[in-house]
């Protein structure tokens, strides 16, 4: 949109604004104070483990022209939009961009794969309409508004994805934003140590069809255990996508194409089937582009646009991305975020694009599985000990029980080893990794593996593929 100065930006946020600069345009919002730069406006939020408000002397001091802060500024000179709440005011500046720019809201919410599916409706409706996407983590209540800032005239659809980590949270998203098409992906045990039951963690991504606009469709999959649930959550109409043949929108004759991905059949509605293809490899993938499929459908796509966007999907860095490295050696870096199911799902994706490689999985603790946590890593040590893997590395306690579980496999040729740091993984790696060979990395976000796969590259000699 066209950006806003501190001045303007103050009244579509119901602020009151403190300084000298409250002409200067705000080009960019930021939550961390060390991602600011010049034209930056830094929102003070307090968090569980940290108060932004503590940061605003050093976001200010590093070239922010404002901060939006919920405390009376110390220094006259400083530039200080002043709320009630931040998130209020976020949720403000979120209507405000939306009033401005009328635009269809599609929405994505789910335990796992609901940023693969934003990415892949986003490449399908991109064959006909400007898009504008969530990027990165910008799921919350901060970060929704924070994309919708970036809303420009051209733009006619908007692909948002809603996160939660507990009840209310994307009832608060789709006031912002409510949405005219809203897929749950999936309703899983991530959150469950938050949330504390199935029935909240289905109650709480529920919450997106109840914010449905009228009029608005929703979408979920065929053999979602929830389904019965979720039918009754939506006042008008809803859609069903997967590999089942009573789905509105399925996929059938699925073919691996290894690292190429996935070629299958597409039927809408049971009649029309089409031959289409993803350059995603894993089952999984197949399954999220028939929602994208169905959203595509009825936003007005023609058949050859629907597979024409899934076949241009791009994978997004971290999560289920190939990269090449000398030697044939590929790392297939996952390491965004983890859970069983998302766990699963990757180890699958080894066996479907291995062919002869040396395969080693690094895999770190899984994060918020509650009184099931011990017990869901052992599951993960049992299919490797039943699987072709070659080794393993593990970081974390939680992980740890999947070493312990591999190593119960008689195959004395194995290799395991369980490292503290990504420097210790990553020099185990140089040593006993040879060529041709297949490394996934996959890890719960708090683990931090985000740098393994770079550290790898340079010492291999850097090659994306």
């Not at 350059?279 to 169905?294: I, Q, S, T, Y």
């Not at 023609?302 to 030697?327: D, F, H």
């Not at 119960?408 to 060979?437: F, G, M, W």
Request: some cysteine; proline content about 3%.
């Amino acid at each position: 949109m066209a950006e806003l100065t501190v001045e303007e930006f103050a009244q579509a946020v119901k602020g009151n604004t403190w300084g000298n600069q409250l002409d200067k345009k705000i080009t960019n919002i930021v939550t961390d104070s060390r991602n600011v730069r010049q034209g930056s406006l830094f929102i003070a939020i307090r968090g569980e483990n940290f108060d932004g408000h503590r940061f605003i002397k050093q976001a200010l001091d590093a070239g922010a022209v404002a901060a939006l802060s919920e405390e009376t500024p110390d220094a006259s000179t400083w530039s200080v939009i002043q709320v009630k709440s931040c998130i209020e005011a976020m949720a403000n500046l979120g209507r405000f961009c939306l009033a401005l720019h009328p635009v269809k809201i599609v929405a994505v919410t789910g335990s796992v794969g609901k940023t693969s599916c934003k990415e892949m409706i986003a490449s399908v409706l991109s064959e006909k309409f400007h898009v504008l996407k969530t990027e990165g983590n910008l799921n919350t209540e901060t970060g929704l508004p924070i994309t919708l800032y970036r809303l420009e005239k051209e733009h006619q659809v908007v692909v948002l994805e809603m996160g939660m980590q507990g009840l209310g949270e994307i009832t608060h998203l789709t006031k912002i934003a409510p949405p005219d098409y809203a897929a749950i992906t999936n309703i899983l045990g991530v959150h469950l140590e938050r949330l504390g039951s199935m029935e909240a963690i289905a109650q709480a991504k529920a919450e997106l069809f109840q914010g449905l606009n009228p009029g608005g469709i929703a979408f979920f999959r065929h053999d979602e255990p929830w389904k019965d649930f979720l039918v009754q959550q939506v006042q008008g109409e809803y859609y069903t996508y997967g590999f089942s043949d009573q789905s509105d929108f399925s996929a059938s004759d699925v073919k691996s194409q290894g690292l190429e991905g996935s070629e299958f059949v597409l039927r809408i509605f049971q009649q029309l089937q089409l031959n289409a293809k993803i350059p995603l490899p894993g089952k999984h993938m197949v399954e999220n582009a028939c929602l994208a499929a169905a959203i595509g459908h009825f936003l007005g796509l023609s058949t050859e646009q629907i597979v024409s966007g899934l076949a241009n999907t791009q994978p997004m860095k971290q999560r289920s991305s190939l990269l090449r490295a000398p030697g044939d050696r590929i790392i297939l870096n996952d390491c965004y975020n983890s859970s069983p199911v998302s766990m699963r799902a990757s180890l699958e994706v080894v066996n479907d694009i291995r062919e002869d490689r040396f395969v080693v999985a690094v895999l770190a603790d899984m994060k918020e599985l509650g009184t099931s946590e011990v017990s869901e890593h052992q599951l993960v040590g049992e299919m490797l000990a039943t699987s072709q893997y070659n080794g393993l590395i593990t970081k974390g306690i939680l992980a740890s029980q999947i070493g312990k579980t591999f190593c119960q496999k008689p195959d004395q040729n194995v290799l395991y080893k369980h490292c503290e740091t990504n420097q210790e993984i990553a020099d185990y790696l140089i040593e006993t990794v040879p060529p041709r060979s297949l490394i996934l990395i996959k890890g719960s976000r708090s683990m931090a593996l985000d740098d393994l796969a770079d550290r790898l590259l340079q010492r291999w000699g850097e090659h994306h593929e």
